[in-house]
């Protein structure tokens, strides 16, 4: 395969993307990943039941140390120069905007974010310099709108669509309402 190629390097970043989406759903659906959604909950609640609360953090940060090596040996072989530069905090802050703007605490918000992040960026650099202020802006709007970012946004929208032709909604979503409700 040759990476040098820029269509065959991006089908082989879609393919490892799809790759790690898969091994996160699996992980997730695991014990540990079960354990995780414990801890994230209620980390207390956890330590009384007998989990040893650091061993599932240590192995979460672990996961996400490869899957970011994954994410830096990509962008040394895409941009062809790595420097000290790179390793600047605008890099993870951009990153941060991504998770923040698709969504916290899903899997698909981050690729909804990392999408509207790129498109954001590209069309407003053409348009002027200061295209960070306006991702900034939109960030705050995401914010203060208690959405859970775009997907959580286009989620909520999805089920008032579903309430309103009144079809029967998943199970999860039920059982979010009825623990909103409590």
């Given at each position: 395969?040759d ?25 997730l ?27 599932v ?15 830096g ?13 790179l ?46 202020l ?37 199970a ?9 409700d409590?």
């Open positions: 395969m990476l040098d190629d820029s269509r065959s390097f991006a089908l082989f970043c879609l393919a490892l993307l799809a790759g790690v989406y898969l091994m996160s759903v699996l992980i659906r695991s014990g540990l990943g079960r354990s995780l959604t414990g801890v994230m909950h209620n980390e207390q609640r956890m330590r009384a039941l007998g989990l040893t609360v650091w061993r953090k240590a192995d979460v940060f672990g996961l996400s140390g490869m899957i970011a090596g994954l994410a040996a990509l962008t040394a072989q895409h941009i062809m120069y790595i420097s000290p530069g390793l600047g905090w605008t890099v993870s802050g951009e990153a941060l905007v991504v998770v923040i703007l698709g969504g916290l605490g899903t899997l698909v918000g981050p690729l909804v974010g990392a999408v509207a992040f790129v498109l954001l960026k590209h069309e407003l650099s053409a348009v002027t310099t200061y295209w960070h306006v991702v900034g802006v939109v960030l705050i709007a995401v914010v203060m709108s208690r959405a859970n970012g775009i997907y959580g946004f286009i989620e909520g929208r999805w089920i008032v669509w579903q309430k309103g032709r009144g079809t029967k909604q998943p999860s979503h039920a059982t979010r309402e009825v623990m909103s409590a």
